[in-house]
């Protein structure tokens, strides 16, 4: 069933009217009202049903997800990336799809069927995915096509407008083909009401909550944020009322790579703009998380041109942020505390003989890389956490106290580098391993200590005792 009809629906479009009988009214007497309090009935834990969960830990049935980015973040093609991996019950993009394939609508209000076909055909391309593994199970509509969604309508003389019979029919169409995520892109377009007004949008984001609820679907709500400059974006960043942040049981965020991060992770400023990160900023349905999951954006020609000059489309992909440890070993600890040992390294990352050079020299990286001086700074700030080197301070040659790096406890076997899964779950660190990430996530670096001797919050390796802070370190400065 075509979702065009609907657009007729709007003529048949009923006011708004607040149904609680707690309504205060004006007439002169109003009827009697009677409040009754509902007794707690106790129940066995194990008895109560489990959240059904569609996607991942992000998408639950029967319930609304908000997802907010600004403009040209990426959300479109994340989007269909993750229509996909539900439409084929693969983890495409880091999320598992539990029971399997799922089937997937994706209604765009502002994106034509051409721009869809090409954005989607792209990603299939990428994934080697064909007709008969998303026959049945993947719907596209689009506004600009004639597929008109308008949930509500709001004016001066009626006020807020449900628009009923399009509620009715949108949860029949749900429920009739077995509907299990309904995506619109964006919320804005899906309403003619005051988006500034917490009341009406309060009420706007009700409904869709009651459509997913009747439906027994997920839906998402994409929407804009109200400022694009490089401020990250937070649950709060959206456009207009709070009242839809507020309804939501789930509020995806995207961030583009900004420029400390870029330097952070060795990559080209002209390149930063492929990357993004999201995170569930407010999810208090699943465990609570504080990791990012990355993603790039790979390029794939649709061969729909003369000589390989057709379009271009960019396709999600996952992405990992470089690990500083990533190929580290026991002995190569060793031979860095044998280096240490034998000279003489200040702890300032400025100085000539910095004891970075001496982890350089063991690793083969370049200290006047910025990549390679980051990862040289959180590595010693790991070891000198762990123990393995530590920070002294004594008088140089020309008699003034500084600050050395020496060698601290002996590495031994059991000072190696976790598997991954360790470092991007949130496994604490064994004390006594040497070269184990103290970060609590993905790509979050490392905790240190402060010129007092504590440890500092998580993130990358800003260590006064080594001379350079996390601003330092952010903006290159080193």
């Known amino acids: 069933m075509s979702a065009r009809p609907f657009a007729a629906l709007a003529a048949e479009a009923t006011p708004f009217r607040p149904s609680s009988p707690l309504v205060g009214s004006a007439k002169a007497d109003p009827a009697p009202v009677s409040v009754v309090a509902t007794p707690y009935v106790w129940r066995d834990p194990t008895t109560i049903k ?49 029971g399997g394939p799922k089937r997937v609508w994706l209604w765009n209000l502002e994106d034509d069927g051409e721009e869809l076909a090409r954005i989607i055909q792209a990603a299939c391309k990428h994934w080697s995915i064909g007709p008969e593994h998303i026959r049945d199970q993947l719907y596209v509509d689009s506004a600009l096509e004639g597929a008109i969604l308008k949930l509500a309508t709001s004016t001066a003389a009626e006020g807020l407008t449900i628009n009923r019979p399009l509620v009715s029919a949108l949860t029949d169409e749900l429920q009739g083909r077995g509907i299990d995520y309904l995506h619109v892109d964006p919320f804005v377009s899906s309403h003619a009401a005051n988006e500034n007004d917490n009341m009406e949008i309060d009420a706007i984001a009700k409904e869709w909550a009651l459509v997913a609820k009747n439906a027994k679907a997920g839906v998402g709500l994409a929407h804009h944020v109200s400022k694009a400059g490089a401020a990250e974006v937070t649950a709060l960043s959206g456009r207009g009322a709070i009242a839809l942040i507020n309804a939501c049981r789930s509020v995806l965020v995207l961030n583009r790579m900004g420029e400390d991060e870029a330097k952070r992770y060795g990559i080209d400023d002209e390149k930063r703009r492929r990357y993004f990160r999201t995170y569930d900023d407010k999810n208090n349905r699943a465990p609570p998380s504080d990791k990012s999951d990355w993603f790039t954006m790979a390029s794939v020609s649709l061969g729909n041109g003369e000589n390989d000059e057709g379009d271009n489309m960019g396709v999600v992909i996952p992405w990992s942020p470089p690990d500083a440890f990533e190929g580290i070993s026991v002995e190569h600890l060793r031979q860095v505390q044998a280096a240490i040992e034998a000279g003489s390294y200040k702890a300032h990352h400025s100085a000539t003989d910095w004891a970075g050079n001496a982890i350089a020299d063991v690793l083969g990286l370049n200290v006047n890389d910025k990549g390679d001086k980051a990862r040289i700074l959180r590595m010693l700030g790991t070891w000198i956490e762990n123990d393995m080197l530590r920070v002294e301070e004594s008088k140089d040659g020309n008699r003034q106290m500084k600050k050395f790096v020496v060698v601290g406890r002996a590495a031994d076997d059991h000072s190696a580098t976790p598997k991954s899964s360790v470092a991007s779950q949130g496994v604490a660190a064994e004390p006594s391993s040497a070269t184990l990430h103290p970060a609590p996530f993905r790509g979050a670096g490392v905790a240190v200590v402060d010129s007092e001797g504590g440890k500092t919050d998580r993130y990358v390796a800003g260590n006064p005792a080594l001379g350079v802070s996390d601003r330092d370190l952010s903006k290159g400065r080193f």
């Open 50 to 98: 489990p959240r059904e969960w569609v996607y991942g830990r992000s998408i639950q049935r029967g319930h609304v997800r908000a997802i907010l980015a600004p403009g040209a973040a990426g959300k479109t093609i994340l989007s269909v990336g993750e229509a996909l991996a539900m439409a084929t019950g693969r983890n495409l993009l880091g999320q598992e799809v539990p």
